[in-house]
C-alpha cells in the first residue's frame, strides 16, 4: 500500500474556509496600509546568505533554512571537509542561498540596493510568508505570513503617531478590543543609568519585561541571579511597582528619572506620541508600559505592542522605532519605525470571538440549478451576465436530483438558487431563491442584478 502523503512539521494546508478567512485578515490589513499611504514592495522568498547571516544573532543564523547549490553542490568541498562533521561550516560551501528569515532584513537590503530609485520617507508594506528552522508547536510554525509597515528615512515623530493610528484603526475594522502598549527605549536606558547599571541595560529589560509572566518576586529574583546589585534591585522597585493614569506614570517616571538625559528625552518623546494619537481620538485602550522592552537591541525610541482584551494571548501587533535599519549594508544613519501585524495570532482571537463576517467564506453569490441541457444553456447565459455585473454565479454541472442540487447549496452557504425550468426559458426569466428565508421570486435579468447587490 503507498505511504499516504503528508507535509513538513512546521507548514500547514488552509482549507477553503481558513483561505477565505486568512484572505479576509490580509484584505482589511492591506486595505489599512494603502489608506495612509503606505507603498507595497515584495522581495523574493529567498536570499543570498552572505545578506541573512549575522543579522539575527547566532540563534537566529541556525534558524535559517539553508538552500544547496544547484548540480554538483559538493563542488569545491574536500573529504576532510565532509567528515569533520562542522554543519556550519561546511553550509557555507554548499549553500550560497536561504528563505528568508524575516521581512526587515530584506527590506533593508532592498532600501540600500534602490536607494536611488527611492523617494525619501519611504513608507513601505510587505505581506509575506517567511521560514524558520524552528522546533514546531502550538501556535509557533516553521512557515507564516508577516504583515509590515515601515516608514524609513524620516525621524518626524508623527510617523509614529500615524503608525498607533494605523493599528487602531485595523482592530476597529477587525471588531478586536485591544490595548495598545507604549514604551521608549530611552527610558529603559535612563532606568538603567539612574540605578547605577547602565552597562546592564539588556539583563535588567529582559527581566523586568516578564513580569506579568513570574511577577514581582520572580524579577527581583532573575535581577538578583544577573548580579544586579541589591541598592539597584531596590531602586527598580518604585518602577516596577508603578501604576495610575498614563500621566500619573509619565509623572512619576519623570521625577525619577530627572538626572537621566537620555530618559527625559525618552519622556518627551512619549509624551509628544501619546499627545498627538489622543488629540486623534481612538477606539483602543493606550497603555504606558515601562516594563515593556522587546527587541531591546532593535529598537532605539518608541516600543509598541498590542494585545487583545477578549482572548488570552500572545502579543498580535509589534514594533518600534530604529535609527540604523541598513547600517548592516554600508549605508548608516537611516532611521525609521514600523510595526508587525501577527496574522496567525489574529485568525485565532477572531475563531476564538466568532468575529468572522459569515459571508466571507462564501465565494459564490447564486448557484443555477441543472434540470438538463437546454435550462443548464439557459443558466450559463444568464450567469455570464451576472459575472459581468461583478456578482459571482454558478452552473451545477450535472442533471441531478433537486435534493443534491440544493444540498450543495446548503453546504457551501451559497445564499440564493437560481431556478429556470420550462415557465423560466419561456418568459426569459429566472426563479431565485433565497436560502435562508426560503421565499422565491420570478426576476427579470436587470432585476436580478439589481437584487443579488
Sequence with gaps: MAQKPSIPKGTRDFSPVETARRNYIFDTIREAFRLFGFKQIETPAMENLSTLMGKYGDEGDKLLFKILNSGDFL???????????????????????????????????????????????????????????????????????????????????????????????????????????????????????????????????????????IGLEGVNKELRDKGISETAVEALQPILTLQGTNEEKLSVIERLLSESETGRKGIEELRFVMAGFEERGHVCELDLDISLARGLNYYTGSIIEVKALDVAIGSITGG???????????????????????????????????????????????????????????????????????????????????????????????????????????????????????????????????KLR
Design 320 to 450: 518600534g522605532r530604529y535609527d540604523n535599519l541598513t547600517g548592516v549594508f554600508g549605508m548608516p544613519g537611516l532611521s525609521g519605525v514600523g510595526i508587525s501585524f501577527g496574522a496567525d495570532r489574529i485568525y485565532d482571537v477572531l475563531e476564538q470571538l466568532n468575529l468572522f463576517p459569515e459571508e466571507i467564506t462564501s465565494s459564490v453569490r447564486i448557484l443555477f440549478v441543472n434540470f438538463g441541457e437546454k435550462e443548464a444553456a439557459a443558466a450559463a447565459r444568464m450567469a455570464k451576465q451576472l459575472r459581468k455585473a461583478g456578482i459571482p454565479a454558478q452552473v451545477y454541472p450535472d442533471a441531478a436530483k433537486m435534493k443534491k442540487q440544493m444540498g450543495l447549496a446548503d453546504a457551501e452557504k451559497i445564499p440564493f438558487v437560481g431556478i429556470i425550468g420550462e415557465e423560466e426559458l419561456a418568459s426569459g426569466k429566472v426563479a431565485i431563491k433565497e436560502m435562508v428565508t426560503g421565499k422565491q421570486e420570478s426576476l427579470t435579468l436587470e432585476e436580478a442584478i439589481e
Design 75 to 213: 563542488k569545491g568541498t574536500d573529504r576532510e571537509q565532509l567528515l569533520e562533521e562542522n554543519p556550519a561550516r561546511l553550509a557555507t560551501k554548499i549553500c550560497e542561498k536561504g528563505l528568508r528569515y524575516d521581512l526587515t532584513v530584506p527590506f533593508a537590503r532592498y532600501v540600500v540596493q534602490h536607494r536611488n530609485e527611492l523617494q525619501m520617507p519611504f513608507r513601505r508594506f510587505q505581506i509575506q510568508p517567511v521560514w524558520r528552522a524552528d522546533r514546531p508547536q502550538k501556535g509557533r510554525y516553521r512557515e507564516f505570513y508577516q504583515c509590515d509597515a515601515d516608514v524609513v528615512g524620516s525621524e518626524s515623530l508623527l510617523n509614529e503617531i500615524d503608525l498607533l493610528e494605523l493599528i487602531d484603526f485595523v482592530f476597529e475594522r477587525l471588531g478586536i478590543r485591544v490595548q495598545l502598549k507604549l514604551n521608549n527605549r530611552k527610558v529603559l536606558a535612563g532606568i538603567a543609568e539612574v540605578i547605577g547599571e547602565p552597562e546592564r541595560i539588556v539583563d535588567i529589560t529582559v527581566a523586568i519585561d516578564k513580569i506579568d509572566k
